[in-house]
């Protein structure tokens, strides 16, 4: 999981009394700050709409400015922004402020004093305010503030402590500040899934339903819902299946893309490029696989062996965003190192799919997959852009794979190896190109006011259609298909596909028979497996690979630490839930795994919680 959430909040809090603050009567007051630079240039522009939504919002808008002046571009911006510090000690830092931004470019050295005398400041105090350490370190203070928010270029806006990233015009951010009942609803859901373990919790909340509903007089309801046969064709046809068969062959395909896409990243851009680097979460996966499926089978020699699988996998959703909420207890490179074992594990997991759960097999389909593998490959090596073509492919991939008996959502894997990327873009031309695109909107809208025209909008001008074309052609070149569709699909696999599939396979009725013949052994393999199994294979293979010098250990982690994280690596996946499903297609035993893996996942989460609290800080470096 990414911590862009974590990083899109303003570090140090907006504070009425140290920063600058203009409006705003009531303690519900929306705050909107903003880091600026006096001589940029789009500063300028949208100080033009913050003044426009202050005088729409009145005393419900506060807006503060903080200090950003980019010296290496704008050569002068440094002292401007003393400039402005120097006469906020005599009271005056907003006139000084208007001042500056109201002066035609270029402002230098040369008209500071004639601005400080036009607001009638003490110039002697003002002179030796402006070159005092004090001011200095006042303007110093918020540039150090903006860099630790990865603030990249002015203005960058923060609505009520969380970065704005929408457009600039005026009814963009009158919505963002004014928060209409929709925009509320959205804010809200973005605020949540920035949170680390977001997409664990909505997944939790799936099972637990599922649980309630198996478990409760809905439970007939229930079973009749995700036994539904739904498709095309007679009863029994290829494309008729269950809504539970569906929700898994059909809708996890789009989950499997995902992974497939995290795969190939990691592998040119991650933490997966440098082979040592990598070495120690593949040696640990292997490890992570072995461990648990050793114990599940020394419990289970006999019939109920083939659920070894079952506590083979990793809900890596619920241990980052655990790791995130310890902060300091787990430093970067664990959290690396878990995410980097994470791919490898999803690759084990689809491979033991693949190799060990295959269905009623009928090769002659494998043809048909085979030559859809090659369109992909065609496709790819045609560079064809578009999305569509992909996604019709792959359709005739799943649907060969899936009457071939394979694990037809592996077809989601086999479309991200073959999605398009391109390389990056150089910024020249792009940027070229939009700002010819505005610079005519912006032409446009002066003559619209220059002709006093009110039944015309800009919106209605030839131009507009032009406009949006060139500037839709920017944006999306700075995006790859792969990246495009990684972007589009991530949303709905955490809250939709995966809550959906843990929904129809997690409702297992907690009354199952646990005594019958072989099910206490499968319970407890299973549980035994995830957590301890798990961070002991995981543990002791990476141990043997760092000692035999084969690969590297990560920087600044303690054994602790890294044995918690192990052991939060034992939290069950839905693969896990899957392969119940795919081991024991019949009787009671899938029903007796699933609890297993929510009792081991539950144990493992104790244990690595309480590993990593009782461990030392990360060592943080200093500069």
Known sequence: ????????????????????????????????????????????????VLERLRRTLGSRMVYGFRQFPNER????STLLARAAEAAGDQGKFWEMHDAIYEHELPVGEAQVPQMAGQLQLDMPRFERDLASPETAARVDEDLADGHANDVKATPTIYVDGVRYDGAWDFH???????????????????????LPASAGIVLLIAAVAA??????????????????????????????????????????????????????????????????????????????????????????????APGWSIPTATNIAFALGILAVLGKRAGAGLKVFVAAYSVMDDILSILILAIFYPRDFHPVWLIGAALAVGALATLNRWRVYTIWPYLVV??????????????????????????????????????????????????????????????????QEPVWEWASRNLSAAADRLLSPAESVERAVAPWSNYLVLPLFAFSAAGIPLAANVFVKGGPGVLAGVILGLAIGKPLGIGLASFAAVKAKIALAPEGVTLTAFMGAACLCGFGDTFSLLMADQAFPHGP???????????????SAALGVTILYLSPRAATKTK
């Open 394 to 459: 792959t359709a005739a991939l799943w649907l060969s794979l899936h009457i071939a008996g394979v694990e037809a959502a592996l077809a989601g894997v086999l479309l991200a190896v073959f999605l398009p990327t391109r390389p990056t873009p150089s910024a020249a031309p792009l940027l070229a190109q939009a700002a010819t695109a505005l610079s005519e909107l912006e032409h446009a809208e002066k003559e619209l006011r220059r002709k006093g025209d009110e039944t015309r909008r800009l919106d």
């Open 73 to 76: 571009i704008h050569p002068g």
């Open 589 to 603: 035993y899938a029903a007796i795994a699933k609890i297993g893996v929510l009792g081991g996942s539950v144990l």
């Open 1 to 48: 999981m990414s911590e862009e959430g974590a990083e899109r909040r303003l570090l140090r809090p907006f504070d009425r009394e140290r920063d600058h603050a203009r409006g705003g009567a009531g303690e519900d007051a929306i705050d909107v700050v903003v880091y600026g630079d006096y001589l940029c240039p789009y500063c300028r522009r949208l100080r033009r």
């Open 211 to 304: 649980l309630a509903c198996a478990n409760t007089p809905l439970a007939s309801l229930y079973q009749s819902f995700v036994d539904t046969p739904l498709g095309i064709g007679p009863p029994k046809s290829a494309l008729v299946l269950s809504v539970s068969d569906w929700l898994s062959d059909g809708l996890l395909s789009v989950f499997f893309l995902l992974v497939g896409l995290e795969i190939r990243r990691e592998m040119t851009s991650g933490a997966l490029t440098d082979w040592r680097a990598a070495l120690l979460p593949v040696v640990a996966a292997i490890g992570g696989t072995l461990g648990p499926a050793a114990i599940y089978l020394a419990l289970n020699p006999g019939h109920t």
């Open 172 to 194: 963009a951010m009158l919505e963002a500040v004014d928060k209409p009942v929709g925009a509320r609803v959205r804010n809200t859901a973005r605020a949540f899934a920035s």
